[in-house]
Nanobody, 116 residues
Framework: QVHLVESGGGLVQAGGSLRLSCKASRSIATITRMGWYRQAPGKQRELVATITNRDYTIYADSVKGRFTISRANAESTIYLQMNSLKPEDTAVYYC??????????WGQGTQVTVSS
């Protein structure tokens, strides 16, 4: 397991951008998969995007073309660049990591609020 700390959330108007960061407590070079999930009030947690240690990415259909996930192994950090934000993107965003799809580490979450 690894300790993950998210940052970069905040309040933004629709159409704006934010970049989320997730800093790990150790090297992420050998972590197979890292990613971002989000949970809106009254809804289940849902996948936003994931990236493997070979930079293979997967995106939810709702964010394709607007969000970009990346990883900087030297910084032990992954990022989520969010552009063209919509009110429906409002949620708490969680960073996660693990071997494959068995995520075993989660951050505390960062709030993203998009106003219309």
């Amino acid at each position: 397991q690894v300790h993950l700390v998210e940052s970069g959330g905040g309040l933004v108007q629709a159409g704006g951008s934010l970049r989320l960061s997730c800093k790990a407590s150790r090297s992420i070079a050998t972590i197979t998969r890292m990613g971002w999930y989000r949970q809106a009030p009254g809804k289940q947690r849902e996948l936003v995007a994931t990236i493997t240690n070979r930079d293979y990415t997967i995106y939810a259909d709702s964010v394709k073309g607007r969000f970009t996930i990346s990883r900087a192994n030297a910084e032990s950090t992954i990022y989520l660049q969010m552009n063209s934000l919509k009110p429906e993107d409002t949620a708490v965003y969680y960073c996660t990591s693990g071997p494959g799809w068995s995520f075993d580490s989660w951050g505390q979450g960062t709030q993203v609020t998009v106003s219309s």
